[in-house]
């Protein structure tokens, strides 16, 4: 998949995912049948909804969970975006990626939901912030099985808090694809 198809993917569904998109794909191939993965920062859904189908397609059973307030009302007044996800899912979403899907309406601080080294994947795309990136990453990092991923996207000039958090907090073996940014913990 390429930028141009990932912008042709679901274009009713809002978000800046054409990084994204390709890399889930790459990523969704790897995860372990029964992966578990969490997506903080869930907008409207587009990447979340795809990493879903991504599996779905592969045929794996997941937990595809995204943490999100879903508050904002932007960019239709008056339309949450709980309430634009709410619409995607079931207007835009297959039955065999909705069943993978859970969301909990909360800030990343739900993390600590989790048991310790029990995520196959969290991927980081809420704050943007290099303060909110770093709780993300130092909440993540406990729950994460070995050889899981820690992901998250906004590495760019744009968001330099994002990439001075990273720096900070992970090793030098941070791969960076586009903008999406991305470690493996040790096996």
Not at 102 to 115: G, K, M
Not at 136 to 159: C, K, N
């Amino acid at each position: 998949m390429n930028a141009v198809e990932s912008e042709a993917w679901r274009p009713q569904i809002r978000g800046w995912s054409h990084d994204i998109l390709p890399w889930y794909r790459r990523v969704a191939e790897d995860l372990p049948e029964g992966a578990r993965t969490v997506e903080i920062g869930v907008f409207h859904g587009r990447s979340l909804i795809f990493l879903a189908e991504e599996l779905a397609r592969l045929g794996k059973r997941a937990e595809v969970w995204g943490i999100d307030p879903l508050e904002a009302h932007w960019p239709e007044p008056g339309m949450s975006s709980w309430a634009a996800f709410v619409k995607h899912l079931h207007e835009d979403c297959s039955p065999e990626a909705r069943e993978r899907i859970r969301v909990i309406r909360a800030t990343s601080e739900a993390l600590v939901a989790f048991r310790p080294a029990s995520l196959d994947l969290v991927f980081v795309d809420g704050r943007h912030e290099e303060p909110g990136v770093r709780e993300d990453i130092t909440l993540a990092l406990p729950r994460l099985r070995p050889g899981a991923i820690l992901a998250g996207h906004d590495y760019s000039e744009q968001f330099d808090g994002v990439r001075r958090a990273v720096r900070a907090l992970l090793p030098s073996d941070v791969q960076v694809h586009g903008t999406v940014w991305s470690w493996r913990k040790a096996a």
